[in-house]
Protein backbone atom coordinates (compact mmCIF):
# COMPACT_ATOMS: atom_id res chain seq x y z
CA UNK A 1 0.00 0.00 0.00
CA UNK A 2 1.12 3.45 -1.30
CA UNK A 3 0.05 4.96 2.37
CA UNK A 4 3.55 3.39 4.08
CA UNK A 5 5.57 5.39 1.56
CA UNK A 6 3.15 8.55 2.46
CA UNK A 7 4.04 8.00 5.90
CA UNK A 8 7.43 8.16 5.01
CA UNK A 9 7.35 10.91 2.62
CA UNK A 10 5.47 13.23 5.52
CA UNK A 11 7.72 13.04 7.93
CA UNK A 12 11.12 13.43 5.74
CA UNK A 13 9.53 16.79 5.15
CA UNK A 14 9.26 17.53 8.87
CA UNK A 15 12.51 16.38 9.50
CA UNK A 16 13.63 19.59 7.15
CA UNK A 17 11.82 21.66 9.43
CA UNK A 18 12.94 20.39 12.96
CA UNK A 19 16.52 19.81 14.39
CA UNK A 20 17.38 16.35 15.90
CA UNK A 21 17.63 17.71 19.31
CA UNK A 22 13.65 19.14 19.22
CA UNK A 23 12.15 15.98 17.66
CA UNK A 24 10.47 15.09 20.72
CA UNK A 25 8.93 18.29 21.53
CA UNK A 26 6.78 17.93 17.95
CA UNK A 27 3.14 17.16 19.50
CA UNK A 28 1.02 17.10 16.37
CA UNK A 29 1.36 17.13 12.46
CA UNK A 30 -1.61 18.88 10.53
CA UNK A 31 -2.27 16.88 7.59
CA UNK A 32 -5.13 17.40 4.28
CA UNK A 33 -5.88 14.46 3.19
CA UNK A 34 -8.74 15.07 -0.12
CA UNK A 35 -11.66 12.76 -0.35
CA UNK A 36 -10.22 12.07 -3.99
CA UNK A 37 -6.56 11.94 -3.19
CA UNK A 38 -6.40 7.87 -3.74
CA UNK A 39 -5.41 7.93 0.18
CA UNK A 40 -7.15 5.93 2.74
CA UNK A 41 -6.81 8.37 6.49
CA UNK A 42 -7.04 5.01 8.17
CA UNK A 43 -4.47 3.38 6.65
CA UNK A 44 -2.35 6.50 6.59
CA UNK A 45 -2.78 6.74 10.64
CA UNK A 46 -1.44 2.78 10.96
CA UNK A 47 1.10 3.52 9.07
CA UNK A 48 2.33 6.29 10.15
CA UNK A 49 1.92 5.40 14.01
CA UNK A 50 4.29 2.38 12.91
CA UNK A 51 7.32 3.84 11.45
CA UNK A 52 6.82 6.85 13.82
CA UNK A 53 8.69 4.04 16.29
CA UNK A 54 11.69 3.93 15.13
CA UNK A 55 11.73 7.68 14.93
CA UNK A 56 12.93 10.78 17.82
CA UNK A 57 9.45 11.41 17.21
CA UNK A 58 8.33 10.42 21.15
CA UNK A 59 5.02 12.46 21.44
CA UNK A 60 3.58 12.96 18.04
CA UNK A 61 0.51 12.62 16.45
CA UNK A 62 -0.75 12.59 13.15
CA UNK A 63 -3.84 15.24 12.71
CA UNK A 64 -5.59 14.60 9.71
CA UNK A 65 -8.13 16.77 8.15
CA UNK A 66 -10.51 15.43 5.39
CA UNK A 67 -11.14 17.33 2.97
CA UNK A 68 -14.54 17.22 0.49
CA UNK A 69 -14.71 16.36 -3.09
CA UNK A 70 -16.05 19.75 -4.47
CA UNK A 71 -16.78 20.50 -8.04
CA UNK A 72 -17.89 23.49 -9.74
CA UNK A 73 -20.26 22.85 -13.00
CA UNK A 74 -19.29 24.57 -16.15
CA UNK A 75 -22.66 24.45 -17.26
CA UNK A 76 -25.01 25.99 -14.29
CA UNK A 77 -22.01 27.62 -12.15
CA UNK A 78 -23.19 25.75 -9.18
CA UNK A 79 -20.84 24.35 -6.67
CA UNK A 80 -21.34 20.87 -4.97
CA UNK A 81 -19.50 18.42 -2.91
CA UNK A 82 -19.69 15.00 -5.10
CA UNK A 83 -18.76 11.14 -3.88
CA UNK A 84 -15.83 10.15 -5.74
CA UNK A 85 -18.13 7.38 -7.84
CA UNK A 86 -19.99 10.26 -9.73
CA UNK A 87 -18.80 12.49 -11.63
CA UNK A 88 -21.86 14.61 -12.57
CA UNK A 89 -23.66 18.19 -11.10
CA UNK A 90 -25.86 17.33 -8.74
CA UNK A 91 -27.29 20.46 -9.23
CA UNK A 92 -28.07 20.15 -13.53
CA UNK A 93 -26.49 16.60 -14.28
CA UNK A 94 -24.41 17.49 -16.35
CA UNK A 95 -21.35 15.86 -16.47
CA UNK A 96 -19.11 18.98 -17.68
CA UNK A 97 -17.71 19.67 -14.08
CA UNK A 98 -14.33 21.05 -12.91
CA UNK A 99 -12.40 19.81 -9.44
CA UNK A 100 -12.31 22.56 -6.85
CA UNK A 101 -10.87 20.57 -4.12
CA UNK A 102 -10.48 17.10 -3.09
CA UNK A 103 -7.49 16.20 -4.46
CA UNK A 104 -5.30 17.43 -2.18
CA UNK A 105 -1.99 15.91 0.45
CA UNK A 106 -0.37 18.28 1.88
CA UNK A 107 1.35 18.52 5.26
CA UNK A 108 -0.13 21.83 6.66
CA UNK A 109 1.71 22.42 10.00
CA UNK A 110 3.31 21.08 13.27
CA UNK A 111 2.72 21.82 16.55
CA UNK A 112 5.82 21.86 19.05
CA UNK A 113 5.99 21.66 22.78
CA UNK A 114 7.89 24.65 24.65
CA UNK A 115 10.99 23.68 25.99
CA UNK A 116 10.98 23.49 29.59
CA UNK B 1 2.63 25.73 21.89
CA UNK B 2 4.61 26.62 18.86
CA UNK B 3 3.36 25.84 14.90
CA UNK B 4 5.50 25.88 12.33
CA UNK B 5 3.91 26.05 8.79
CA UNK B 6 4.62 24.13 6.28
CA UNK B 7 2.07 23.43 3.31
CA UNK B 8 3.98 21.25 0.98
CA UNK B 9 2.67 18.44 -1.28
CA UNK B 10 3.09 14.79 0.06
CA UNK B 11 3.98 13.69 -3.54
CA UNK B 12 6.40 16.87 -3.95
CA UNK B 13 9.30 14.66 -4.49
CA UNK B 14 8.26 12.48 -6.91
CA UNK B 15 5.84 15.43 -8.64
CA UNK B 16 9.39 17.11 -9.11
CA UNK B 17 11.26 13.96 -11.11
CA UNK B 18 8.22 13.15 -13.35
CA UNK B 19 8.52 16.99 -14.28
CA UNK B 20 11.86 16.10 -15.25
CA UNK B 21 11.38 12.94 -16.78
CA UNK B 22 8.38 14.50 -18.93
CA UNK B 23 10.64 17.65 -20.36
CA UNK B 24 13.53 14.57 -21.30
CA UNK B 25 10.80 13.20 -23.12
CA UNK B 26 9.40 16.06 -25.10
CA UNK B 27 12.96 17.17 -25.63
CA UNK B 28 13.48 13.49 -27.44
CA UNK B 29 10.23 13.57 -29.22
CA UNK B 30 8.89 10.43 -27.33
CA UNK B 31 5.57 9.95 -26.74
CA UNK B 32 4.64 7.92 -23.42
CA UNK B 33 1.60 5.88 -22.03
CA UNK B 34 1.71 4.33 -18.57
CA UNK B 35 -0.26 1.29 -18.83
CA UNK B 36 -2.08 0.40 -15.85
CA UNK B 37 -4.80 -2.37 -14.90
CA UNK B 38 -5.28 -4.70 -12.15
CA UNK B 39 -2.83 -8.12 -12.37
CA UNK B 40 -3.94 -10.13 -15.36
CA UNK B 41 -6.21 -8.00 -17.15
CA UNK B 42 -4.06 -8.04 -20.21
CA UNK B 43 -1.03 -5.01 -20.47
CA UNK B 44 1.50 -7.20 -21.52
CA UNK B 45 -0.60 -9.15 -23.62
CA UNK B 46 -1.82 -5.95 -25.05
CA UNK B 47 1.90 -4.77 -25.06
CA UNK B 48 2.79 -7.50 -27.30
CA UNK B 49 -0.16 -7.23 -29.74
CA UNK B 50 0.75 -3.36 -30.16
CA UNK B 51 4.57 -3.95 -30.64
CA UNK B 52 3.20 -6.87 -33.32
CA UNK B 53 1.34 -4.77 -35.37
CA UNK B 54 3.17 -1.33 -34.83
CA UNK B 55 6.75 -2.41 -35.06
CA UNK B 56 6.85 -1.35 -38.91
CA UNK B 57 5.86 2.37 -38.37
CA UNK B 58 6.84 3.36 -34.70
CA UNK B 59 10.11 3.18 -32.78
CA UNK B 60 8.49 0.93 -29.96
CA UNK B 61 10.81 1.01 -26.47
CA UNK B 62 8.91 -0.86 -23.44
CA UNK B 63 9.43 -0.45 -19.42
CA UNK B 64 8.25 -3.46 -17.76
CA UNK B 65 7.61 -2.81 -14.25
CA UNK B 66 6.77 -5.92 -11.87
CA UNK B 67 6.86 -6.72 -8.20
CA UNK B 68 9.25 -9.85 -8.28
CA UNK B 69 10.38 -11.17 -12.02
CA UNK B 70 11.25 -10.22 -15.21
CA UNK B 71 8.91 -12.56 -16.69
CA UNK B 72 7.24 -9.71 -18.94
CA UNK B 73 10.42 -7.99 -19.76
CA UNK B 74 11.15 -11.38 -21.47
CA UNK B 75 7.93 -11.68 -23.29
CA UNK B 76 8.29 -8.63 -24.86
CA UNK B 77 12.23 -9.47 -25.84
CA UNK B 78 11.19 -11.97 -27.98
CA UNK B 79 9.59 -9.39 -30.01
CA UNK B 80 12.90 -7.52 -30.69
CA UNK B 81 12.67 -4.26 -29.14
CA UNK B 82 14.44 -2.38 -26.47
CA UNK B 83 13.26 -3.37 -22.93
CA UNK B 84 14.23 -2.90 -19.49
CA UNK B 85 12.69 -4.51 -16.33
CA UNK B 86 12.26 -2.40 -12.98
CA UNK B 87 11.72 -4.90 -10.33
CA UNK B 88 10.11 -2.89 -7.40
CA UNK B 89 10.95 -5.48 -4.54
CA UNK B 90 7.51 -5.72 -3.31
CA UNK B 91 6.49 -1.96 -4.07
CA UNK B 92 2.77 -1.50 -5.09
CA UNK B 93 3.41 0.82 -8.10
CA UNK B 94 6.21 2.63 -10.24
CA UNK B 95 7.68 5.88 -9.08
CA UNK B 96 8.84 8.85 -11.33
CA UNK B 97 12.61 8.27 -9.94
CA UNK B 98 12.77 4.27 -11.24
CA UNK B 99 11.37 5.26 -14.87
CA UNK B 100 14.05 8.30 -14.89
CA UNK B 101 16.57 5.69 -14.16
CA UNK B 102 15.42 3.09 -16.41
CA UNK B 103 15.30 5.26 -19.01
CA UNK B 104 18.78 5.87 -18.86
CA UNK B 105 19.31 2.23 -19.71
CA UNK B 106 18.55 2.60 -23.13
CA UNK B 107 20.87 2.90 -25.98
CA UNK B 108 18.57 4.10 -28.69
CA UNK B 109 17.74 7.61 -29.25
CA UNK B 110 15.23 6.56 -31.98
CA UNK B 111 12.17 5.54 -29.92
CA UNK B 112 8.72 7.41 -30.67
CA UNK B 113 7.15 5.00 -28.58
CA UNK B 114 7.35 4.38 -24.63
CA UNK B 115 5.48 2.15 -23.29
CA UNK B 116 6.01 1.65 -19.36
CA UNK B 117 4.22 -1.48 -17.86
CA UNK B 118 3.24 -0.52 -14.43
CA UNK B 119 2.84 -2.71 -11.55
CA UNK B 120 -0.56 -4.47 -11.52
CA UNK B 121 -3.40 -2.60 -9.10
CA UNK B 122 -5.94 -0.06 -10.19
CA UNK B 123 -5.11 1.61 -6.61
CA UNK B 124 -1.40 2.80 -6.03
CA UNK B 125 -0.35 3.73 -9.50
CA UNK B 126 -3.06 5.98 -9.86
CA UNK B 127 -1.05 8.51 -7.05
CA UNK B 128 2.19 8.33 -8.89
CA UNK B 129 2.79 11.06 -12.07
CA UNK B 130 5.62 9.24 -13.98
CA UNK B 131 5.92 11.97 -16.78
CA UNK B 132 3.92 10.08 -18.93
CA UNK B 133 1.63 11.37 -21.96
CA UNK B 134 -1.45 9.62 -21.07
CA UNK B 135 -2.88 6.86 -19.08
CA UNK B 136 -4.33 4.07 -20.18
CA UNK B 137 -6.09 1.55 -18.07
CA UNK B 138 -7.40 -1.61 -19.16
CA UNK B 139 -10.10 -3.65 -17.96
CA UNK B 140 -10.82 -6.93 -18.00
CA UNK B 141 -14.36 -8.53 -18.79
CA UNK B 142 -13.64 -11.17 -15.96
CA UNK B 143 -13.38 -8.65 -13.68
CA UNK B 144 -17.36 -7.40 -13.91
CA UNK B 145 -18.70 -4.50 -14.89
CA UNK B 146 -18.02 -2.11 -11.57
CA UNK B 147 -14.12 -1.39 -11.60
CA UNK B 148 -14.48 2.46 -12.53
CA UNK B 149 -16.64 3.04 -9.92
CA UNK B 150 -14.75 1.21 -7.37
CA UNK B 151 -11.51 2.91 -8.56
CA UNK B 152 -12.37 6.32 -9.86
CA UNK B 153 -8.86 7.81 -9.94
CA UNK B 154 -7.62 5.67 -11.81
CA UNK B 155 -10.17 6.15 -14.38
CA UNK B 156 -10.91 9.85 -14.01
CA UNK B 157 -6.58 9.98 -15.08
CA UNK B 158 -6.97 8.02 -17.60
CA UNK B 159 -6.97 8.92 -20.90
CA UNK B 160 -8.17 5.42 -22.96
CA UNK B 161 -9.93 2.76 -21.72
CA UNK B 162 -9.38 -0.94 -22.97
CA UNK B 163 -12.09 -3.01 -22.24
CA UNK B 164 -9.94 -6.61 -23.01
CA UNK B 165 -10.84 -10.13 -23.18
CA UNK B 166 -14.09 -9.56 -25.02
CA UNK B 167 -13.73 -13.34 -26.82
CA UNK B 168 -14.57 -14.17 -23.20
CA UNK B 169 -17.99 -11.96 -23.10
CA UNK B 170 -20.52 -15.37 -23.45
CA UNK B 171 -18.92 -16.60 -20.30
CA UNK B 172 -18.49 -14.22 -17.76
CA UNK B 173 -21.01 -11.94 -15.70
CA UNK B 174 -20.10 -8.42 -17.40
CA UNK B 175 -22.21 -6.41 -19.34
CA UNK B 176 -20.23 -4.09 -21.62
CA UNK B 177 -22.71 -1.57 -21.63
CA UNK B 178 -22.84 -0.88 -17.78
CA UNK B 179 -19.13 -0.92 -17.53
CA UNK B 180 -18.98 1.51 -20.52
CA UNK B 181 -21.58 4.02 -18.44
CA UNK B 182 -19.48 3.60 -15.26
CA UNK B 183 -16.62 4.54 -16.94
CA UNK B 184 -18.26 7.68 -18.69
CA UNK B 185 -19.72 8.55 -15.73
CA UNK B 186 -16.58 9.39 -13.71
CA UNK B 187 -14.63 10.26 -17.04
CA UNK B 188 -16.94 11.74 -19.88
CA UNK B 189 -14.03 12.32 -22.36
CA UNK B 190 -12.19 8.69 -22.00
CA UNK B 191 -11.33 6.89 -25.21
CA UNK B 192 -13.11 3.54 -25.20
CA UNK B 193 -12.03 0.53 -27.22
CA UNK B 194 -13.45 -3.18 -26.89
CA UNK B 195 -10.22 -5.81 -27.72
CA UNK B 196 -9.09 -9.52 -27.66
CA UNK B 197 -5.88 -10.25 -27.10
CA UNK B 198 -6.32 -13.60 -28.10
CA UNK B 199 -8.39 -13.67 -31.30
CA UNK B 200 -7.26 -9.62 -32.40
CA UNK B 201 -10.57 -8.56 -32.23
CA UNK B 202 -10.79 -4.67 -32.08
CA UNK B 203 -6.42 -4.17 -31.80
CA UNK B 204 -6.60 -2.57 -35.35
CA UNK B 205 -8.79 0.06 -33.92
CA UNK B 206 -7.13 0.44 -30.70
CA UNK B 207 -3.33 0.97 -32.97
CA UNK B 208 -5.43 3.18 -35.69
CA UNK B 209 -5.66 5.68 -32.57
CA UNK B 210 -2.69 5.10 -31.01
CA UNK B 211 -0.12 5.29 -33.82
CA UNK B 212 -2.53 9.06 -34.57
CA UNK B 213 -1.85 10.51 -31.34
CA UNK B 214 1.72 9.22 -31.73
CA UNK B 215 2.22 11.01 -35.18
CA UNK B 216 0.85 13.95 -33.74
CA UNK B 217 2.59 14.45 -30.91
N1 LIG C 1 -9.15 -15.14 -23.23
C1 LIG C 1 -8.32 -14.11 -23.18
N2 LIG C 1 -7.21 -14.18 -22.41
C2 LIG C 1 -6.37 -13.11 -22.38
C3 LIG C 1 -6.61 -11.95 -23.14
N3 LIG C 1 -5.62 -11.05 -22.89
C4 LIG C 1 -4.78 -11.67 -22.04
N4 LIG C 1 -5.23 -12.91 -21.71
C5 LIG C 1 -4.60 -13.89 -20.80
O1 LIG C 1 -4.68 -13.37 -19.48
C6 LIG C 1 -3.52 -13.72 -18.73
C7 LIG C 1 -2.85 -12.49 -18.16
O2 LIG C 1 -2.39 -11.67 -19.22
P1 LIG C 1 -1.16 -10.67 -19.07
O3 LIG C 1 -1.00 -10.00 -20.37
O4 LIG C 1 0.02 -11.39 -18.52
O5 LIG C 1 -1.75 -9.67 -17.99
P2 LIG C 1 -1.02 -8.54 -17.11
O6 LIG C 1 -0.78 -9.11 -15.76
O7 LIG C 1 -2.00 -7.40 -17.03
O8 LIG C 1 0.24 -8.16 -17.80
C8 LIG C 1 -2.62 -14.48 -19.69
O9 LIG C 1 -2.82 -15.87 -19.49
C9 LIG C 1 -3.13 -14.07 -21.06
O10 LIG C 1 -2.91 -15.03 -22.04
C10 LIG C 1 -7.81 -11.90 -23.96
O11 LIG C 1 -8.11 -10.91 -24.63
N5 LIG C 1 -8.61 -13.00 -23.93
MG1 LIG D 1 2.25 -8.06 -17.16
ZN1 LIG E 1 -24.72 21.94 -13.09
Redesign the interface.
Known sequence: ??EL??AN??IE??NQ??ADDKKHLV?NIK?KVGR????LPDSLSFCFDAIIQSTSYTNVKLKIEEVALEIICDQCKSKNNIE?????CPACGS??IKLVSGS???????????EE | MSIITIERKVLEKNEAIAAANRKKFKERNIFTMNLVSSPGSGKTSLVERTIAKSKSKIKIAVIEGDVQTDLDAKRVEAFNVPVVQIITSGACHLEANLVRDAFEKFSDNDTELLIIENVGNLVCPATYDLGEDIKVVIASTTEGDDKPLKYPAMFRNSSALIINKIDLLPYVNCSIEQLKRNALAINPSLKIFQTSCTTDEGIDKWIEWLESIVKSR
Open positions: MHSMEIIVYVKVFSNIPYSFTAQELTVEEIELEE
